[in-house]
Structures are given as structure tokens and as C-alpha cells.
């Protein structure tokens, strides 16, 4: 299953700075660009530990004896290289978002192109759907996830037209939605707002800043002093979170000091401004156009 071409492939893997007998970790396997390029460089005795909540993305799974798939979601890091005996690793990479696979999969209600279920579900174990949400969620916390995830300007008159609708009919695809929502839409601007929209529900849906959050926390627990943590995220509330627990150890970007006032921070940030991909990236790969790339390393 074609996922996407893997962003800033050569600089992540370059920031990873493998060595041949260590344990790394793909925390977003996807299509598994980022693993085949570190087992390149690993040598027999290394190991490589990846992590995709997404079934299909796990049918990917490489045949090789130094790799290892988990499918399951990368907030449960720790406990699954605890499992394994993996503790502590060389190094991490986390390629963040939604990969082209499942935003060109109708069926899974990504894409605001397409007619598709509403679902947005990364992990399709999971009960919660976009469904649920659009249907079931109060006007003021669909005015809040739209207002905080999705950025949205007239959340309120947003979630009150959905609210509106529902009673008269329970809305199940992806196009029932866009119809519904059309008059809250700024003219010119209606790719921006069912990006924006799409992004909120889908963020909720799967709990993704929770997510993340845990993931950097249990990140800094299990890397190896000198050990690597290379993230590439595509918003600025993604971003956020992961220049404020590189620059500070929590997700404020507030220093805690130590009795004698030295701060307690847990890695040393190698990248003071996010690397992003150059002009010739971004003209065979339109995904690349918003990432960001931020590496640090554990004190």
C-alpha cells in the first residue's frame, strides 16, 4: 500500500545519527520510508522498533529479523519496549499527521475531496468515529474543538448550524457535512475551511495532541543519554508542543529551575529554528509544503 513519500527523509535520518549496533524507534511507520533507510545502516546486531496504529500501515510490515512491527499507537511507547526488553534506545523519529494513503482512501473520511463515511479513524478498533462526534458532541465543546484544533473564526455560528441540522437528520458522509456547513464558509476561502474543519474533527477524533503529549514525555524517559529524538510535525499546534518540551521538559515552555537555579531541562535542542524541506522537496511532494522538523538530543 502506496502511504506517501517520507518528508525530509535524508536530513531525519542524518539527525538520527545511527550507529550500527543500536535500537531505534520509527514511531510512525506509515509506508515505511523512514525504517528502510535506518536498517540500511544498522548493522546485525541493531534493532529497529516501529509503531502505527493504523492497520493497514501495519500490513507494510518489513521482512527483516532486526525489525520489529507494533501496531498500535505510539502513546504506548514505553510499555512496548519495556515488553520487549528495548529500554533504553539510541533514537527516535516521529513523522506526525495524516498520510496521502488514508486522506485517498474515500472510505475512511479524510479527505474533504471525496464522498466518504464520516469516520477519521487512524485505528479502526477503535468505536469513536467522526460520526459520533458531528452527531453526538454539545454545541460548546464542538465550538471548542473547532475553535482550538481547527482554528476556525465563526466556530460558534459553525457548531450552531450542525446542531440545527442534526435534528433533522443524522449526518453520515463527508458531503452531508460540506452541504450543511456551506453557508458558514468564507467565500474564496473553501479548501482553507474544510481543511481546517476536517483537521479539528479528525484531531479530536483521535486524540492526537494527547498523543503526542504522552509520546514526548515517555520519549524523554527511554532515550539514552546522547540519544536522539527527531520530530516532524505539519501545524503549529503540533510544533508547539514539541519546540516547548524540547526547549523545557514540559509542554508550557516554562524552565524549571533546580535549588541553585540551574534549569532542569532534558535535552539539549540541536535545531533553534525547525528545519524545513527546500523548493525542490516541496515541488514533487506537496505534503512537504508545512513541515517542520525540530531534533534534539537527551542530556
Not at 535524508?10 to 510512525?28: H, N, R, Y
Not at 505534503?287 to 534534539?296: D, G
Request: net charge positive; aromatic share 10%.
Amino acid at each position: 500500500m502506496e502511504f506517501h513519500e517520507s518528508v525530509l527523509l535524508k536530513e531525519s535520518i542524518e539527525a538520527l545519527s545511527i550507529k550500527p549496533d543500536g535500537i531505534f524507534v520509527d514511531a510512525t511507520f506509515g509506508g515505511g520510508g523512514h525504517s528502510k533507510e535506518i536498517l540500511k545502516r544498522l548493522g546485525e546486531r541493531g534493532r529497529l522498533y516501529a509503531f502505527d496504529q493504523d492497520e493497514d500501515a501495519a500490513k507494510n510490515s518489513l521482512e527483516d529479523p532486526r525489525f520489529i512491527m507494533i501496531n498500535n499507537n505510539f502513546r504506548y511507547l514505553k510499555n512496548f519496549l519495556k515488553l520487549y526488553k528495548a529500554v533504553p534506545v539510541d533514537g527516535i523519529i516521529a513523522d506526525l499527521g495524516i498520510s496521502s494513503y488514508q486522506i485517498d482512501t474515500p472510505e475512511r473520511g479524510f479527505s474533504t475531496r471525496y464522498e466518504g463515511r464520516l469516520d477519521m479513524r487512524m485505528d479502526r478498533r477503535t468505536t469513536f468515529s467522526a460520526k459520533e462526534l458531528v452527531n453526538n458532541y454539545d454545541e460548546e465543546k464542538l465550538v471548542t474543538i473547532f475553535s482550538l484544533f481547527g482554528e476556525i473564526r465563526n466556530a460558534s455560528k459553525l457548531a450552531k448550524v450542525i446542531v440545527s441540522e442534526r435534528k433533522e437528520k443524522e449526518i453520515k458522509t463527508t458531503g452531508e457535512l460540506k452541504e450543511i456547513i456551506r453557508p458558514c464558509i468564507f467565500k474564496g476561502k473553501e479548501n482553507k475551511y474544510l481543511a481546517q474543519l476536517f483537521q479539528a474533527i479528525r484531531i479530536e477524533v483521535n486524540q492526537e495532541l494527547a498523543s503526542l503529549q504522552e509520546f514526548l514525555k515517555q520519549s524523554n524517559e527511554i532515550l539514552r543519554q546522547g540519544g536522539k529524538l527527531v520530530v516532524i510535525s505539519y501545524h503549529s499546534l503540533e510544533d508547539k508542543l514539541v519546540k516547548n518540551f524540547f526547549k523545557s521538559g514540559n509542554f508550557l515552555g516554562e524552565t524549571v529551575k533546580d535549588f541553585y537555579g540551574n534549569p532542569l531541562v532534558p535535552f539539549k535542542v540541536i535545531t533553534r529554528k525547525p528545519i524545513v524541506p527546500a523548493a525542490a522537496e516541496i515541488s514533487v511532494n506537496n505534503r512537504a509544503r508545512s513541515a517542520k522538523m525540530r531534533i534534539a538530543e537527551k542530556l
